[in-house]
Each structure stands twice: as structure tokens, then as C-alpha cells.
């Protein structure tokens, strides 16, 4: 939508259910949704075309965020997964963090440039936990709501 014209800029289609969440790249061109139907789908927003479709999750996802350098997105919800997407090949790496609990909400920290630390809530924990992703290959959960 055009705020000052009221008027629709561009319309996307290709969710198959309820979008829950959203998140817009660093750079402003790509926006992914996702929702009900657990997949999380990337558009182009100035073609106005679905670029990919990421599968990884069972059920509802809740959350998304893009890393800083737009080179990670992150995800969890109500299968009480977290998933580290490769943005740029649309493929998840490495294998998702499994918790006790659905995860509501996450936030990639904008201090980590080189590497992606995200911070999570979970329904009933009394505190955050803390996922740092570092070069492609490791991923640690800090925490004592995970099952790692």
C-alpha cells in the first residue's frame, strides 16, 4: 500500500493459508510470509513474483527474521523448532534446533555482523535463549529450554 495515496502498490499472491509473519531483507528487496500452512515463501517485491517456497517446518510458523548481512533467515514456531535458512540458496542449514516448548518469537542481534545470534522466547520460559550460528557449519543452543 501507498500510505499517503491509500492506494495498492502490489498485490502477492501464492500463500496458501493465513500469514502470520513477515520479514523484509536487509536490502529491501526481498520480503518472505509465513503462517498456517508452515511453509515460508520468498518474494521478489520488485517483480511482485514468489521467488521460493522453504520447507522445514511441521506446523504453524509464528516468527521470521533476516540476519543483518541478509544472508540468514530465521524461523520457529509451533512444531518448537528454530530453522537457519541460507537466504541466497533457499536451503536450511544446519539441522534445526529442536525446544521443550513452542517458540512464539525471534530477533537476530544487529551486533553480530559475522555471525547470526538470534534470540528466542518460548511459551513458559522464564528467560531468553540465545542461538549463535557461526560460518556455515556450527550452530550452539544456550539455554536450558532446549533439547540439545
Same mark, same amino acid.
Given at each position: ?14 500463500? @496458501?493459508?493465513?500469514?502470520?509473519? /513477515? ?30 517456497? @522453504? ?92 533439547? /540439545?
Amino acid at each position: 500500500w501507498d500510505v499517503c495515496s491509500g492506494r495498492m502498490v502490489r498485490l502477492l499472491t501464492g500463500n @496458501l493459508s493465513p500469514v502470520r509473519c /513477515l520479514a523484509f531483507s536487509p536490502c529491501g528487496r526481498f520480503l518472505a510470509t509465513s503462517g498456517d500452512s508452515a511453509v515460508i515463501n520468498i518474494f521478489d517485491l520488485a517483480a511482485g513474483q514468489r521467488l521460493s517456497s @522453504l520447507r522445514g517446518h511441521t506446523d504453524v510458523v509464528y516468527s521470521l527474521s533476516y540476519s543483518p548481512s541478509g544472508d540468514v533467515l530465521a524461523s520457529c514456531g509451533l512444531d518448537r523448532q528454530v530453522c537457519l535458512w541460507n537466504a541466497r540458496q533457499a536451503v536450511t542449514t544446519p539441522s534445526p534446533v529442536a525446544f521443550n516448548r513452542s517458540v512464539p518469537s525471534l530477533s537476530h542481534s544487529p551486533a553480530s555482523p559475522s555471525s547470526c545470534q538470534i534470540t528466542t522466547s518460548s511459551a513458559g520460559a522464564t528467560v531468553p535463549q540465545s542461538l549463535v550460528y557461526f560460518n556455515d557449519s556450527v550452530l550452539f543452543a544456550l539455554g536450558a529450554n532446549t533439547d /540439545l
